[in-house]
Structures are given as structure tokens and as C-alpha cells.
């Protein structure tokens, strides 16, 4: 099923029917925040590497009004099974120890707390506040950083700080708030594609200086399919450290700060000194997938699809024999995806092991895409067809 995406501004009017339930009250303060799909560029954020994300019409919007006291209430329209939907917690006091706010509570919870704790400028009020939201969960499609990017984006309307704060600034705060809280080690990326995705344009982020370009990316005939396996391979967590250490074990075998300034030259090297052939096949990956994600950074800036599509499937073939993090739910999306005429490309998008495939197809062809898949994967996938879109912004409210 090709999943009906809602706009911006039906999913703010049901944040706000929510609120109006839930606080018997009018909230004055509307944000939202998107998801994001990553197009190529994958392993490579801890590797000081290039990644190419674009923000996706799926946002998470919060609408909520500032109180007086020190009482933050929040709702959430998702339904957890083990979790409360609302919670309520004071802000410490005195104020300084709002930056060491406890994590008791829901699990949802925290990440709006961790980004409370790191908020630069003005000390946030009390509040109420409601999360709604069209990002899938836990899909890979970067729900965390859409609501950590949307707290953020709500108290900067709530202290209506004046204080300039880069974007980059706001990113790592929100970064800091997911490593802190949630205790994930994520990159940068998603954080900042949801701060400055702009629609019509892929983003460009280099790790290593934390900088990035806005792409143009916006062809009346092209589409990205993103199409979520909703598998989820529990492993045994080890996966992630294991691919960075290796990662790490390589640069440090080719007295390299990271594996951002290796090249092939260095594989035949790592080879020549008899190294492990899980390490080389790991560099091999990150090596080859930095000069693929600014190539087709390249192939972007001049429209040409084609090439940008053969990148990103030479990546999931990378991801999938080198770097050993996808699965056969993974492999078939992408085989079922390429079999169809008129698809550029297509690969595993996210961390691994389960989450979505994005591919690259012409327009007219989507459909084609959709019915390949549904007739031959065993599973239950969620279509989603995007366009790049925009990054967090405030919305009017009108009730202000
Ligand atoms: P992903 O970022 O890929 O969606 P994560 O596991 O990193 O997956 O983040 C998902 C978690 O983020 C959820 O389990 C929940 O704790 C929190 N979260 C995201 N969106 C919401 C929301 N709308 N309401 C409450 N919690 C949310
Ligand atoms: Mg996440």
C-alpha cells in the first residue's frame, strides 16, 4: 500500500484537536520537523565521510503554549504499548540544573528532555505540548532526530530567543540531547538535514568539517520510493561498534586519522601487509562509498539521473558483500525495485539489518515499482513516494 502522506497543515489541525482534548485549552506555538531518507553516503558519518540525506515530507509536528510554574506536560499521540501517552515533569530549579534534568519517565520522553537540557541560549518555560506525528517509528526514516529538531524549534518560539544560534549549533545540541539521553551514538546527519533540508534539494553534508551544500534535486520526473521492509533483525547490538572499530583498526593500520583520507592505493597496501579480510573489505566499503557519495553529488548538480541511480545500487552492493549490514528482506526490495523498467537505482538506506530501501524511479513507473514488490515480498512493506522537501520551521498559528 502506497501510504497516503498528510500535509503539514491537516497533521498541525490534529495536533491541535489533541491539545484542545487533552489541556481544555488553545495552544499558540506550532513547529514542525522532518524525517529524513538517506540517498547515498552510508558507514561513512563516523568515517569524517560525505552523506547525501534529503528531509521528507513526513514531519513530526508539536503544538503546545507556555505556562506559567515549572510544570512541563507533554502528549504524544503515538500509542506505545508499555508507555504512558502524557507525562508531566518540573523543571529543576534553580535554573542552572535544568542542563542536568533526570530521564525518569516515559522512554519517548527523554529525548524531548535531552534537548531541554541542551538548549542553548534562554532557559525554556514551563509548557504544554502535544507530538504528533507522520515519520514512522523506529523505521529509520529518523523519527528521533524529526522530534529532537521540533523541541528545538518549539522553545526557540516559546523564549522567542533572540540570541544567534547557528543551525550547526542547534544540530549538535540536538545531536548531544540523543547521545545524552537516548543513549544512541548517532552521527550528525540527521539532525541536520532536519534543520536545513530545503524542498527541491538533497544536502550535501561533509562530516569531517560539518559543513554541507544544498543540492538541486527537483525533476518533475523523478521520484523517490522509499519502501520500509518493517523487519527489524534484533541483533546483539554489537553490530554498530564492531563495523566502527574495525573501521578505526584500518585508518590506524594506515596511520590515517580516518579512513576519510585512505584510498584504493591503501586496500592494495592493507592487503600487501596481510591484514584481516574483514578489515579490508570494511575500508574498501567506506573508501569506495565517500568517492560514490561525492560523485553522485556531482551527477545531481547536473541532472543526471541515470549515473546517480547506477551509484546508489553500486552502494547497496558495497553494503550488502563489504560491509555485511544488510539482510535478505533488504536484498529482495532492491532486486524486486530493479527489475522493473525505468528504475535508476536503488539500495538499503539506514544503519542495516532491516529498516527501508530507497530507489530512484521515474515517475510514470512508481506504480509499476509498488505492484513488482507487493506481488513477490514475503513481507508487509510501506510505500512512501517523496519529493525533497523542507527543513523545521515555526507555523503560524492562528489562535496566537
Ligand atoms: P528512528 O529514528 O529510525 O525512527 P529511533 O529508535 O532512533 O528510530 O527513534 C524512535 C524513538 O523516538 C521512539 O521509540 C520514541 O521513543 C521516539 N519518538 C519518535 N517520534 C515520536 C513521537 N511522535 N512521539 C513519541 N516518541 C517519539
Ligand atoms: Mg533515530
Known amino acids: 500500500m502506497v501510504a497516503e502522506i498528510k500535509s503539514i497543515d491537516q497533521l498541525i489541525n490534529e495536533a491541535k484537536t489533541a491539545f484542545r482534548q487533552q489541556f481544555k485549552d488553545e495552544p499558540n506555538v506550532a513547529v514542525y520537523a522532518p524525517g529524513r531518507v538517506n540517498l547515498i553516503g552510508e558507514h561513512t558519518d563516523y568515517n569524517d565521510g560525505f552523506v547525501m540525506p534529503m528531509a521528507l515530507p513526513l514531519v513530526t509536528v508539536i503544538v503546545g503554549k507556555k505556562m506559567t510554574g515549572n510544570d512541563v506536560t507533554i502528549y504524544t499521540t503515538f500509542d506505545f504499548e508499555n508507555e504512558e501517552k502524557q507525562t508531566t515533569f518540573e523543571l529543576p530549579q534553580p535554573t542552572a540544573l535544568i542542563r542536568a534534568i533526570n530521564k525518569d519517565g516515559p522512554k519517548w520522553a527523554v529525548y524531548v528532555k535531552g534537548v531541554i537540557a541542551n538548549y542553548i541560549g534562554n532557559i ?17 526514516l529518523s523519527s528521533s532526530a524529526a522530534l529532537e529538531v521540533a523541541t528545538y524549534t518549539f522553545l526557540d518560539q516559546l523564549t522567542s530567543s533572540k540570541t544567534k544560534v547557528s543551525v550547526n549549533d ?10 545524552e539521553y537516548a543513549g544512541v551514538p548517532c552521527g550528525i546527519m540527521d539532525q541536520f538535514i532536519s534543520f536545513m533540508g530545503k524542498e527541491g534539494h538533497a544536502l550535501l553534508i561533509d562530516c569531517r568539517h560539518l559543513t554541507s551544500i544544498l543540492i538541486p534535486f527537483s525533476d518533475q520526473n523523478v521520484v523517490i520510493l522509499i519502501t520500509n521492509s518493517n523487519v527489524k533483525h534484533e541483533l546483539t547490538g554489537s553490530e554498530y561498534s564492531s563495523r566502527r572499530k574495525q573501521c578505526e583498526e584500518a585508518a590506524m593500520l594506515l596511520k590515517k586519522v580516518s579512513l576519510r583520507d585512505a584510498n584504493m592505493d591503501d586496500i592494495k597496501y592493507l592487503e600487501s601487509i596481510n591484514t584481516g579480510k574483514e578489515i579490508v573489505s570494511r575500508a574498501r566499503h567506506v573508501i569506495t562509498e565517500i568517492t560514490r557519495t561525492t560523485l553522485a553529488a556531482e551527477m545531481l548538480k547536473q541532472r543526471n539521473f541515470c549515473k546517480f541511480g547506477e551509484l546508489m545500487t553500486e552502494s547497496h552492493k558495497s553494503l550488502r558483500l563489504d560491509y555485511e549490514v544488510s539482510c535478505p528482506e533488504l536484498d529482495q526490495l532492491v532486486d524486486l525495485a530493479l527489475e522493473v523498467d525505468g528504475v535508476l537505482g536503488s539500495r538499503m538506506t539506514g544503519g542495516g539489518f532491516g529498516g527501508c530501501t530507497v530507489t530512484l524511479v521515474y515517475s510514470q513507473s512508481v506504480q509499476k515499482v509498488v505492484d513488482n514488490i507487493k506481488n513477490k515480498y514475503k513481507g508487509q512493506p510501506t510505500f512512501y513516494v517523496c519529493k525533497a522537501s523542507s527543513g523545521a520551521s515555526a507555523v503560524p498559528c492562528s489562535c496566537k
Open 170 to 179: 542547534k544540530a549538535l545540541a540536538c545531536q548531544k540531547a540523543e547521545h
Open 124 to 140: 525554556p518555560s514551563a509548557f504544554n505540548a502535544v507530538i504528533h506525528s507522520s515519520v514512522p517509528l523506529g523505521g529509520g
